[in-house]
């Protein structure tokens, strides 16, 4: 699986930013998403997951209720719509799959979980 991390960009606190996951798939096989950030000099946190059939999602505290990640098969798109956005949320964002080798309901939040990890797309939040 290749991703393709965009969307990002400058943004006043408050604002409003959508990130998209672009996923190239070989035929049948599932994959959970995630995306972590990675601020300066911070080490990289998780942010959210979503399982292969969608139903699922899972977010760190500090974005509930302000990120909301969502996925298109049909497309191989996973989005992260982030909402009220901070300072805090400056960072760069990376998405990241891991194979599901069991029913599409399953997310992790564990880094080490992720086998294809996209290349980042920044962040920044001004006050």
């Known amino acids: 699986v290749q991703l393709q991390a965009s969307g990002g960009g400058l943004v006043q606190a408050g604002g409003s930013l959508r990130l998209s996951c672009a996923a190239s798939?070989?035929?049948?096989?599932?994959?959970?998403v995630g995306w972590f950030r990675q601020a300066p000099e911070k080490e990289r946190e998780f942010v959210a997951a979503?399982?292969?059939?969608?139903?699922?999602?899972h977010y760190t505290d500090s974005v509930k209720g302000r990120f909301t990640i969502s996925r298109d098969n049909a497309k191989n798109t996973v989005l992260l719509q982030m909402n009220s956005l901070t300072p805090e949320d400056t960072a760069v964002y990376y998405c990241?799959?891991?194979?599901?080798?069991?029913?599409?309901?399953?997310?992790?939040?564990?880094?080490?979980?992720?086998?294809?990890w996209g290349q980042g797309t920044q962040v920044t939040v001004s006050s």
């Open positions: 990241a799959a891991f194979v599901d080798k069991s029913s599409g309901y399953y997310y992790t939040d564990r880094e080490s979980e992720y086998t294809f």
């Open positions: 979503i399982t292969w059939t969608g139903g699922y999602t």
């Open positions: 798939r070989r035929t049948g096989i599932r994959y959970g």
